[in-house]
């Protein structure tokens, strides 16, 4: 049986992620210093994927 060409194909590579999870965000900013213990992990600015 064949997969739908929906399905995109198997072999396809890892594409670049280009949007964080706020874990991620926030550990992103504790390597750039940017992080201050007590702050709120909500309204978290904005923060580039480093390549």
Do not use: C
Request: proline fraction near 2%.
């Amino acid at each position: 049986m064949s997969r739908h060409k929906s399905y995109g194909k198997a072999t396809s590579g890892a594409k670049k992620k280009n949007v964080l999870k706020r874990f991620e965000r926030i550990q992103l900013m504790k390597e750039r210093d940017q992080w201050k213990e007590g702050t709120s992990v909500f309204n978290l600015p904005k923060t580039k994927v480093s390549s």
